[in-house]
């Protein structure tokens, strides 16, 4: 939707930008950077790689360098995780803060082989929602907003417009008119709540021990099940049964040959074969994904 803007270029999966970057202060080591890029899954086209940069000079031409080719104005970017870093490398950032009912993205994460259980599968919600919390609270109120994936799909002019109001520009009609330019479909209500028939009442009482305080702040309702607490011994199976899980949709997904060749190619072997092998895996998670 935002790269859809006359006057906005936004990258897709930009964790590349802090990924490495250490908490605190300091930033990665430039030859370990250049070698993690060599594997780096890209959704985008690969940026040029200046080694006359330094660390955040270079991480900021990758934004330019899409900018630039998009012929826009403004760039922006998707982040899912080590966000707070971002502040180093772009002090005057803006934020749009964007949040889903947490059973559906568990019940995602399960779907996208990310997690075997909607248990696991909850996590980085919660690592996410919480890490926001801290970069909220030290960012100016005009320079971040928090929208609502349910409000999106529902409404997709009036929260777009409110997107494009915190990045001072209109907004266009454009930005609806994805789905005959990538496989997404256009926004449907019927993308929300799916956790109601997805989710067993079991998975749904699991997740909600995770995020029970969690979701009425957000402008979530709880399901009304009744509130469990799994023992250790549950969670130990819980976590057993989500690295299998993982294996099951891993091996269905790419096949069970490049599977394991993959989980051999962790082990070592040669180099150029590895990467060979790491080429591979990511072109069959890019092709599920697009």
């Excluded at 780096?40 to 330094?54: G, K, M, N």
């Excluded at 609502?148 to 799909?153: A, F, M, N, S, T």
Aim: overall charge positive; some cysteine.
């Amino acid at each position: 939707m935002l790269d859809g803007h006359p006057e906005l270029a936004f990258r897709y999966e930009f964790e590349l930008a802090v990924d490495l970057v250490p908490p605190g202060e300091g930033w990665p080591d430039l030859d370990v950077y250049y070698e993690y890029l060599r594997t780096y899954r890209f959704v985008d086209p690969p940026p040029h790689i200046d080694r006359s940069l330094d660390y955040p000079s270079l991480v900021r031409s990758f934004l330019e360098q899409k900018r630039r080719a998009d012929r826009k104005p403004r760039v922006g970017a998707v982040v899912h995780r080590n966000f707070d870093r971002l502040l180093r490398i772009w002090p005057d950032a803006r934020f749009v803060h964007i949040v889903r009912d947490p059973r559906d993205v568990a019940r995602s994460c399960v779907g996208m082989g990310w997690a075997g259980h909607a248990w696991s599968g909850v996590a980085p919600w919660i690592e996410a929602e919480q890490l926001w919390e801290r970069v909220r609270a030290s960012l100016p109120r005009q320079r971040w907003i928090t929208v609502r994936y349910e409000d999106l799909v529902h409404d997709p002019k009036r929260e777009l417009g409110r997107i494009c109001r915190l990045v001072e520009i209109d907004f266009d009609d454009a930005m609806l008119e994805y789905p005959s330019r990538s496989t997404y479909r256009a926004p449907s209500p019927s993308f929300t709540e799916q956790w109601r028939k997805k989710l067993t009442p079991r998975d749904v009482q699991l997740v909600e021990s995770r995020v029970h305080d969690m979701l009425a702040p957000r402008g979530y309702a709880l399901s009304g099940l009744p509130r469990i607490e799994p023992s250790p011994l549950e969670r130990a199976a819980l976590r057993a049964r989500c690295r299998a899980g993982r294996a099951r949709h891993a091996a269905r997904s790419l096949g069970v040959r490049l599977w394991v060749e993959r989980a051999v190619a962790h082990r070592g072997g040669p180099r150029a074969w590895r990467e060979h092998v790491q080429r591979r895996v990511d072109a069959a998670i890019n092709a599920q994904l697009a």
